[in-house]
């Protein structure tokens, strides 16, 4: 068979803009494409939740490729091991109640779990805004290609229509900050704090406390949960990641199946 570039062109664009198209109107759409969004997003699609994810990055996956400093090690705890074998993620126990997994590998299972599961990935869009409407509830959000914001080019964005947003962006809390910014007051006048110094253990406890609605429509999810309450940050220890995106999508799940 001879190739021909026009079907092959005519072939990308076709299928990703009627895949876009389908997903301006979700039932959530998450923020960042970390390890505890690529949790939630599995689990919120095998719930049969129209999930999408978007990702600024070429890459998905967030700091775990590079594990401790480009190591391509983590270290996950005893709690969250069960969602290691859930993902199907080789590791084995280095001490007692510590298990170590190559980070790589890992990325690769959560990402492959996910779109198995039906999610659907754009990477290379930057969230720029969020959709809230007279209810005072988060319903949407303004989104771009990265490239512009990189190019700081005037391009007018688009919008996404979902039911509910997880702010999983890691230390920026990009979603939450671009919250508090055009509500004063949008988190009860505390505000987003921002992260302490790094405290493992402390750190990994209060990521799942910290997982929570923290405004009508918007759940935040991993580093950023931490960054929002200002608890410590934690380090090449990933558990509490993903134990907090299978918080994540619990409360999303209760929320929108009620």
């Known amino acids: ?21 389908d997903y301006t109107d979700v039932d959530v759409a998450l923020v960042g494409g970390g390890p505890a969004n690529l949790v939630a997003a599995r689990y919120l699609a095998e719930a049969g939740l129209k999930t999408v994810l978007f990702e600024k990055k070429l890459s998905v996956g967030g700091g775990m490729w590079g594990g401790g400093m480009m190591f391509p090690r983590i270290v996950v705890q005893e709690e969250a ?5 859930d993902f199907d993620v080789p590791y084995h126990e280095y001490e007692e109640g510590y298990y170590v997994a190559n980070s790589v590998g890992t990325v690769g299972k959560l990402i492959s779990a996910a779109v198995s599961a039906g999610v659907e990935i754009f990477n290379l869009v930057s969230f720029e805004d969020v959709m809230i409407r007279d209810k005072d509830e988060v319903c ?18 688009l919008t996404i229509r979902s039911r509910l947003v997880l702010d999983g962006t890691g230390h920026e809390a990009t979603v939450c900050n671009t919250v508090q910014r055009k509500i004063p007051g949008a988190f009860g006048g505390k505000g987003v704090v921002g992260e302490k110094p790094m405290w493992a253990d402390t750190g990994e406890r209060l990521v799942m406390e910290n997982t929570r609605e923290v405004y009508p429509g918007l759940i935040v999810t991993g580093m950023a949960a931490n960054a929002v309450a200002g608890s410590p940050r934690m380090g090449p220890v990933f558990g509490g990641m993903l134990l907090s995106g299978e918080k994540a999508a619990q409360l999303a799940i209760s929320r929108l199946k009620d």
């Open 1 to 21: 068979m001879e190739l021909d570039e026009r079907i092959i062109t005519r072939a990308i664009v076709e299928e990703f803009t009627n895949v876009f198209l």
């Open 140 to 157: 949407g959000l303004v989104i771009n290609w990265t490239a512009v914001e990189i190019g700081r080019l005037h391009v007018d964005p």
């Open 81 to 85: 091991r069960r969602i290691l074998d």
